[in-house]
């Protein structure tokens, strides 16, 4: 049983940072991708920033490039997501992801298979 648990968001003022966490427990077999996703109110689920879970590829929605770095830790199971420069239109729910195999897709949040209950992050002007 895969579980993710996110953390770290909260109210930041514009062009401030945040850091959020995804702590995972349990494990998938073989290569995963894992994701941030955010979702604002009204709007759909889109793709932030994913990563495999092994080697450097990484990948990024234009939304945020330039502003996020994913990164994970596979000897603590965590996943981070470094936000630098934050506008308002940043504000949303981030969620945390993760599926089986490659991040083939991306940024759709579909096939991801597992998903945390997400962290809210606001940014005020």
């Known amino acids: 049983q895969v579980q993710l648990l996110e953390s770290g968001g909260g109210s930041v003022q514009a062009g401030g940072s945040l850091r959020l966490s995804c702590a995972t427990s349990?494990?998938?077999?073989?290569?995963?991708?894992m994701g941030w996703f955010r979702q604002a109110p009204g709007k759909e689920r889109e793709g932030v920033a994913a990563v495999l879970s092994y080697g450097p590829t990484t990948y990024y929605a234009d939304s945020m490039k330039g502003r996020v770095t994913i990164s994970r830790d596979n000897a603590k199971n965590t996943l981070y997501l470094q936000m630098n420069n934050l506008r308002t239109e940043d504000t949303a729910m981030y969620y945390c992801?993760?599926?089986?195999?490659?991040?083939?897709?991306?940024?759709?949040?579909?096939?991801?298979?597992?998903w945390g209950q997400g962290t809210q992050v606001t940014v005020s002007s």
């Open positions: 349990g494990s998938i077999p073989g290569t995963s991708c």
């Open positions: 992801a993760a599926r089986q195999w490659s991040c083939g897709g991306w940024p759709s949040p579909d096939n991801f298979r597992y």
